[in-house]
């Protein structure tokens, strides 16, 4: 997904388009696996790596940032260090945001995958952002995981390029089950899993098809039945779809019987939230929550 955006003005807190959770229908509540789609009138709005032009992404401020603004939905990436911990990362470099060119000099190109836990852990975090959240830190999965529980919040959660770590999907709904977000209530409103990957996807489906999953792209129309078989959401970037687009995908039932959804992004101004919200997308992934959700209000 896109690199972060420069810090945006916080608007008003209110509009209930950011609050809004997937509802489950009297047929679909008898059948424990099935995953119901998404019943709102305004789009969901979800805070891209948390309120990440607001707060240092996919840290602890930044999810923290959301659930303070009123933001139940948040979204994350996944990586996995040398030695197997599972820590919240976009790219698959450490270099641009945290020090680790300071702290780690002559390991360039500072991979996830070449650093240990330990050392990921001592890693500022927030500097790169602002001065005020110095001290910020990756957080493991587990960790990240605590958190939005203890913030009541709802995630979409990104395997990042799975293709660099073997068995990341099964390790992943591991965390995600000690942690205590694999039991009923959760799978049926709370999670999203997505990917890039099609093959990550679809392993994800394979290994507990009761969970709700997204796959990243934009697939031809005539493609989308075959998508439409392991993938519950079609998440596209905003700049790549229609209203025809999105109609494509609404006449389509994902794998749990319910409608195909989209999750569009990265949705940074009033203007594009209006217009994608105009087309009937189902969410909208955003590092500017307030402005998108004022932009719905209005």
Known sequence: MSARVAAATTAALLGAGALVLPSATAHA???????????HDRPVVVAHRGASALAPENTFSAIDKAADMGFRW????VQRTKDGELVIMHDDTLARTTNVEQLFPGRAPWKVADFTAAEIAKLDAGSWFSPKY????????????NRVSRNHQSL??????????PGIEKQGLAVLRKTG??????????????SFSADSVK???????????????????????????????I????????????????????????????????VN??????????????GIITNTPDVVRKALSD
């Open 74 to 77: 948040v979204e994350n990436d």
């Open 134 to 145: 110095a001290g910020q830190r990756v957080p493991t999965l587990k960790q990240y995981m």
């Open 156 to 165: 979409i959660f990104e395997f990042k390029k799975p293709e660099l770590y």
């Open 29 to 39: 509540a008898d059948q424990p696996s099935a995953q119901r789609s998404v019943s």
């Open 181 to 194: 977000w694999l039991d009923r209530h959760h799978v049926k409103s709370k999670l999203v899993i997505q």
């Open 235 to 266: 998440n596209s970037t905003h700049g790549s779809i229609s209203r025809e687009y999105v109609a494509a995908i609404h006449s389509l039932k994902g794998p749990h019987r319910g409608r195909l959804e989209i999750f569009t992004w990265t």
């Open 203 to 233: 392993k994800v489906h394979k290994l507990r098809p009761d969970i709700k999953t997204g796959f990243l792209g934009t697939p031809k129309v005539a493609d989308l039945p075959e998508y439409a078989k392991f993938s519950d959401q």
């Open 269 to 282: 101004d009033a203007a594009a939230a209006k217009r994608v919200a105009g087309f009937g997308v189902n």
